[in-house]
């Protein structure tokens, strides 16, 4: 599955995939979509099983973020835990 998350800066951007690129998953720093609102101008795309996955692995290593949203070809859906 294909995720898209926000954040507040590109440095927390920066940052995130840092660290997401230290390990298994595969991320990458892309525009953020103009069909999500986002104070940054740069998101994340990363690919993965599930939201839980990923939900557990952010609070793990402490990543900050705005929001994760799932994608589904044109559209995101706001992921809310």
């Known amino acids: 599955m294909d995720f898209v998350i926000t954040f507040t800066s590109s440095h927390l951007a920066m940052s995130a995939n840092k660290i997401l690129s230290k390990q298994e998953y595969k991320s990458e720093v892309i525009p953020t979509p103009r ?3 986002s ?3 740069f998101a994340l795309l990363i690919q993965v099983e599930n939201e839980e996955t990923l939900n557990l692995y952010f609070k793990e290593k402490k990543i900050v ?3 994760i949203y799932l ?3 044109d ?4 992921c809310r835990w």
């Open 75 to 78: 559209f995101y859906e706001d």
């Open 39 to 41: 104070e940054c101008g």
């Open 65 to 67: 973020y705005d929001k």
């Open 35 to 37: 069909e999500i609102s």
């Open 71 to 73: 994608k589904r070809g």
